[in-house]
Each structure stands twice: as structure tokens, then as C-alpha cells.
């Protein structure tokens, strides 16, 4: 029997359409990504998420020359929250980047594992939150849920 999945966005042609709240968190994962270390990829990745509390945590990639060792700033910011605010409900998750990697007209997505930490969050608090992603040309989608990232989720798909 075939079956589909179907995801859905909101796509926005620039991110200074989105609401002012959001606009902020797209400010604030801009100005992390530049505290990036990533002298290998030259790829600088920033994180921001508004909390249920309002406070905004940020992340950025941390590379290492012994890869897979360092940490994409999804995770960071994600595991950062996880562990200094474990009680706080993530609402919505922001991430940027730029650097020659990614052609800037080309939608910024996060990698298999960042997916599935977003998705275990929004397990882990019982409630799913935003996540908007820019590309370097300003093109911004919001989904949702974790779940449209990442459909067929290992450990929590039926």
C-alpha cells in the first residue's frame, strides 16, 4: 500500500516580514553566529529560542578538527536549554547561517541529527514549538513542528 507524507510551511520571501518577536529571534541567532568557531566548513550557524519565560538562548557551531566532535548550534542551544532550564517550554526555534557551504538561494535545512533532537524536545516537553529557518538570501520558512522536519522519526514514529 503507498502512503504519503505531506508537510507544511509558511514561506516568507524575507524574514523582516515575520512578526517583530520573530524578527528578534532572527536578530539574535545572526549575532551568535558570528561567535561560531568553524575554521573548517567556514560555515557560521546561529540559534536562537524564545523560551515559554521569554528568555532568548542562543547557540552556534562549534567545530572540531577531530569531526564528527563538535556540535551544531541547534544542539547547542537546544541542549543548553535542556539542561539550565529543563522545566521552560521551548515556543519557537530560529536558526541562521552563512558562508560558501550552502548557495544562498538554497533553503536553509538542519542536518538528520539536529531533526531529531528538535523532535525528541518537543517529546521531551509534551508540546511542539515553531522553527523558522533562513537562507542567506533572506528566504524564510516556519514550520509548525518538529515533525515536519523529520516525518518518519526514529524511536517516536508509529
Not at 552563512?98 to 516537553?125: F, H, N, W, Y
Amino acid at each position: 500500500m503507498k502512503q504519503e507524507v505531506i508537510i507544511s510551511f509558511n514561506r516568507f520571501e524575507h524574514w523582516n516580514e515575520l512578526p517583530s518577536s520573530d524578527q528578534e529571534l532572527v536578530k539574535r541567532a545572526y549575532e551568535v553566529s558570528k561567535t561560531a568557531y568553524a575554521p573548517y566548513s567556514k560555515f557560521h550557524v546561529g540559534a536562537s529560542l524564545r523560551l515559554s519565560n521569554k528568555e532568548i538562548i542562543t547557540g552556534s557551531n562549534q567545530e572540531n578538527i577531530a569531526y564528527p566532535s563538535g556540535l551544531c548550534a541547534e544542539r547547542v542551544a537546544l541542549f543548553y536549554t535542556g539542561a539550565i532550564h529543563p522545566l521552560e517550554q521551548i515556543e519557537t526555534l530560529c536558526v541562521v547561517a552563512e558562508g560558501d557551504l550552502l548557495p544562498i538561494d538554497k533553503i536553509l535545512s538542519p542536518c538528520g541529527a539536529c531533526r531529531q533532537v528538535m523532535l525528541e524536545t518537543e517529546v521531551r516537553q509534551k508540546k511542539s514549538y515553531r522553527i523558522i529557518l533562513v537562507s542567506q538570501n533572506g528566504v524564510t520558512i516556519v514550520f509548525d513542528s518538529a515533525v515536519d522536519l523529520l516525518p518518519l522519526a526514529f524511536g517516536i514514529t508509529d
